[in-house]
């Protein structure tokens, strides 16, 4: 299962951090994704990654601004989002696959997804 949490309203400019929290059995290699969803667009990727070996990917439009990061011990993934833009503003889901050595963004190669963090950029 996993659970996404840390969102919230944010100026721009301003940063956040959000959560990823699984729990059950995970295979050896895996990854974890970070989607988001504004209202009236599809969902997209957003960043993703690997359990094993910490490799990360980036969407161009969050490329310098997010870090996504991964505590093993603790089976969470973090993504910290600096310089947040309106354009920002979705909610944002977790996600879990077998080993990529690319970054997935068709959500339909995902496993299973939690429920989502509403992140609302605005002044």
């Known amino acids: 299962q996993l659970q996404a949490s840390g969102g919230g309203l944010v100026q721009p400019g301003g940063s956040l951090r959000l959560t990823c929290a699984t729990s059950g059995v995970t295979p050896d290699h895996y990854a974890t994704g970070w989607f988001r969803q504004a209202p009236g667009k599809e969902r997209e990727g957003v960043s993703c990654?690997?359990?094993?070996?910490?490799?990360?990917f980036y969407a161009d439009s969050v490329k310098g601004r997010f870090t996504i990061t991964r505590d093993n011990a603790k089976n969470t993934v973090y993504l910290q989002m600096s310089s947040l833009k309106v354009e920002d503003t979705a909610v944002y889901y977790c996600?879990?696959?077998?080993?990529?050595?690319?970054?997935?963004?068709?959500?339909?190669?995902?496993?299973?997804w939690g429920q989502g963090t509403l992140v609302t950029v605005s002044s």
């Open positions: 990654i690997t359990n094993d070996d910490g490799m990360t």
């Open positions: 996600t879990q696959r077998n080993r990529i050595v690319s970054f997935p963004t068709d959500p339909d190669l995902w496993g299973s």
